[in-house]
């Protein structure tokens, strides 16, 4: 089946740095997002992103499809964004269903 | 509803115990999935419905568990003889369609087999 690796594993920032989280991705995509885990447990949608850039307010993604892989962007970071980032996939071919990275682990500091 | 609901949202039961977990999509959504995400992973798949029929369980770990979707909306997972290694959180999500379709996931069922 399709691989999906993240990096970092961990991300420590201060508040109002930016940061760049990588989704690298092993076969063509049909679907892919972006959650943000909360410390509830709750996965937010943050990006539906199989190709192209997409911006929400301080949050921005770019999916190369022909190089597989995609990028998260946080700028100004803020301590709300603390938690664990998930890029997902769903291949062209095999598993009708999303398959997760193992997830970046952020924490911003105040 | 505005989003995919699910109960309980902790459950905990002994071991060798049948438990159900249900999740109400949200409404119009005919492809539903539900995933399993142990402490420290990301979500992996378990089955996956489009309308009332399993179109994919390949992810069930074994015979015990098992899913319906009797109406094509409402799903119930089912856990028979649970083990200690059952315990995790279950997560459900629906999207519009199949095959490429943005996938919304709900608050998910922690479950603890004791």
């Known amino acids: 089946g399709i691989q999906v690796e993240q990096s970092p594993p961990d991300l420590i920032l201060q508040e109002g740095a930016n940061s760049t989280l990588r989704c690298n991705f092993s076969?063509?995509?049909?679907?892919l997002q972006w959650f943000h885990q909360n410390p509830w447990g709750q996965l937010i949608n943050l990006f539906y992103i199989p190709s192209g850039t997409k911006q929400n307010g301080r949050l921005s993604a770019t999916t190369v499809a022909t190089e597989r892989y995609s990028l998260l962007y946080i700028s100004s970071s803020q301590t709300t964004d603390s938690g664990v980032y998930f890029c997902?996939?769903?291949?062209?071919?095999?598993?009708?269903?999303?398959?997760f990275g193992s997830g970046t682990r952020l924490q911003v500091q105040p | 509803g505005a989003g995919v609901s699910q109960t309980p949202s902790n459950k905990v039961t002994e071991k060798g115990k049948y438990v159900e977990l249900r999740c109400d999509p949200i409404?119009?959504?005919?492809?539903l999935y539900w995933y399993r995400q142990s402490l420290g992973q990301g979500p992996e798949f378990l089955i996956y419905f489009q309308g009332t029929g399993a179109a994919d369980d390949s992810g069930l770990p074994n015979d015990r568990f098992f899913a319906v979707r009797p109406e094509g909306s409402v799903s119930t997972l089912k856990i028979q003889r649970t083990e200690r290694g059952d315990s995790a959180v279950y997560l459900c999500?629906?999207?519009?369609?199949?095959?490429?379709?943005?996938?919304?996931f709900g608050p998910g069922t922690r479950l603890t087999v004791l």
């Open positions: 409404s119009g959504h005919t492809a």
């Open positions: 076969d063509s995509v049909n679907n």
């Open positions: 997902a996939v769903e291949g062209v071919t095999g598993r009708r269903a999303l398959t």
């Open positions: 999500a629906s999207s519009l369609l199949h095959r490429g379709y943005e996938q919304f």
